[in-house]
C-alpha cells in the first residue's frame, strides 16, 4: 500500500526543525508521494533542496489569499520565473479565503486570477483553498481554469463537490474526514466518482484522528485513507492504487 499526501507544508518552520525524521517517517509509512505546498520564497529555496535527496517530493508555490494584500509586481514576476524555469509542479495554494475580518475580496480575486493565468500561460495544475467564499471561487475556476485543479482540504457541501467534478477537478480529503463534526464530508466521500479523490495532510494542522492534538505530518495521512476506504467501502489496495493514478493524472506525469 502506497499513501499520498498532496498538500502539507513540510518547509514551514515549525515542521522543517526535524525535516530528517519527518522524511524519514514518510519512508517508512509507505507515504510515496508528497506535494510541498509553499507560500514563501523561503519555503520553495528549502522544497527544492529537499528535492535532490528525495526524488518523490514534488513542489507547488503560490500566493495564499490571506497573503495577497502587500504583494508588489515583483514578487508576481518572480513566480513566473519560477513557471519559466520547470521548477515547479503546480501553482498554490491559491483562492478565496473571506473568513476573516479584514478581507479585502478584491485584492484575493485579482491575485487568484492573476495565477490562473500563470498557471494557464505555463500548464501547470493548481491547487486550490476556498473558505467561505464558494460562490465567488467556483464562478472564478469555472471561467479561468484552463488546468487540473484540486479541491484542497474541501469541506463544502455535495452540491460544490460535484461542481467541481464537473468542471474536472479534484476533491481532496484531509483529517477533517475522520472527525465527529466532519457534517457533508462523508456522504462527498461516497458519492463523489473515484478517479476524482485525493487524499493531504495540509500538516502541521488539521492532524486526524486518533493522534488529534499531536502535530501533524505526511505519515498520517494513512488515517484519512482508511476512513475514505471504510466510507466508500472500498478495498484499499484498490484505492491506494487509484489515488495514485489520479495524483499523476493531476500532475501529468507517466510514472
Ligand atoms: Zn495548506
Known amino acids: 500500500m502506497r499513501y499520498v499526501d498532496s498538500h502539507c507544508h513540510i518547509t514551514f518552520d515549525?515542521?522543517?526543525?526535524?525535516i530528517d525524521e519527518i522524511l524519514d517517517n514518510c519512508q517508512h509509512s509507505n507515504v510515496s508521494e508528497l506535494l510541498i505546498i509553499c507560500c514563501q520564497r523561503e519555503e520553495f529555496d528549502r522544497a527544492k533542496q529537499l528535492q535532490l535527496q528525495y526524488p518523490f517530493i514534488r513542489i507547488a508555490y503560490g500566493f495564499y489569499p490571506c497573503d495577497t494584500y502587500d504583494l508588489q509586481e515583483q514578487d508576481y514576476q518572480d513566480l513566473e520565473k519560477l513557471c519559466q524555469s520547470g521548477d515547479l509542479d503546480a501553482i498554490g495554494e491559491i483562492g478565496l479565503d473571506y473568513h476573516y475580518d479584514d478581507t479585502d475580496k478584491e485584492i484575493q480575486k485579482a491575485a487568484l486570477i492573476r495565477q490562473i493565468d500563470l498557471a494557464n500561460t505555463y500548464?501547470?495544475?493548481i491547487s486550490i483553498h476556498m473558505r467561505?467564499?464558494?460562490?465567488?471561487?467556483m464562478q472564478i475556476l469555472k471561467q479561468y481554469a484552463k488546468t487540473p485543479f484540486i479541491m484542497h482540504c474541501f469541506s463544502g457541501s455535495v452540491e460544490t463537490a460535484w461542481e467541481a467534478v464537473r468542471m474536472g477537478g479534484y476533491i481532496s480529503f484531509a483529517g477533517p474526514l475522520t472527525f465527529k463534526n466532519?457534517?457533508?464530508?462523508?456522504?462527498?466521500?461516497?458519492?463523489?466518482?473515484?478517479?476524482?479523490?485525493?487524499?493531504?495532510?495540509?500538516c502541521p494542522y488539521l492532524t486526524p484522528v486518533p493522534h488529534r492534538g499531536k502535530e501533524n505530518e505526511p505519515m498520517y495521512v494513512s488515517?484519512?485513507?482508511?476512513?475514505?476506504?471504510e466510507l466508500r467501502e472500498a478495498d484499499p489496495e484498490?484505492?491506494?492504487?487509484?489515488?495514485?493514478?489520479?495524483?499523476?493524472?493531476?500532475?501529468n506525469v507517466s510514472k
Open 182 to 202: 466532519a457534517r457533508s464530508l462523508p456522504e462527498v466521500a461516497k458519492t463523489i466518482p473515484a478517479d476524482r479523490i485525493l487524499t493531504e495532510t495540509d
Open 238 to 251: 484498490m484505492l491506494s492504487e487509484q489515488i495514485i493514478q489520479n495524483y499523476h493524472r493531476f500532475l
Open 14 to 18: 515549525r515542521l522543517y526543525g526535524r
Open 223 to 229: 488515517f484519512t485513507f482508511q476512513k475514505l476506504c
Open 132 to 137: 467561505d467564499a464558494t460562490y465567488d471561487c
Open 123 to 125: 500548464q501547470l495544475p
